[in-house]
């Protein structure tokens, strides 16, 4: 008889054992076992949850953005002036959670991933566009016409920094990342008075 109330938990277990394994290994040539040993259950019971190996992965990124996301609200919540919450989004971005080496491996591989697999190609074009998002609603009214390419440069910056990270394999040192993209924003809002 299974325990009930245990999915949600079984399947968040699965979920970070994904991202633990990935960032141990540092791609995706991690078996579905391993993740399963990882999370302290068989790998029957990871199949039964999620299918196969993409399937677990989809959900692991779905929680690192659902956990994103949450960092985003949350920051842009306390946020009051355009200024104030392009920063907090950027932030938020490089908060422990987010950028750390596990999450990074996840997301190196997400990008690689999104290549060939239309799962995950989708759910990369939503992150792309929510983040592109929040990027010009608040540049909009510190730059005007401005805002969309400004909000392309410093979303590919944020994406530059988790690959750059990724592929250097060392510890992630969020605060560099973060002065790095507020250094960008800097630039873009050099024209306006604060």
Known sequence: MPKLGMEPIRRAALMQATIDEIGAVGNLDVTVSAIAKRAGMSSALAHHYFGGKEQIFLA???HVLRAYGAEVRAALRCAKAPRARVEAVIRAGFSSTNFQTDVIAAWLNFYVLAQTSEDANRLLR????????????DLRPLIGDRAENAAARIAGLIDGSYLRQ???RGRAVPA???EQVLAL?????????Q
């Not at 924003?185 to 306006?192: P, Q, S, T, Y």
Request: cysteine-free; hydrophobic content about 45%; overall charge positive.
């Open 60 to 62: 692991a990124m779905r």
């Open 126 to 137: 939503i992150y792309q566009r929510r983040l592109h998002s929040n990027l010009v609603h």
């Open 166 to 168: 990724g592929l250097a």
């Open 176 to 178: 560099d990342a973060t």
């Open 185 to 193: 924003l800097a630039m873009e809002l050099k024209d306006i008075t």
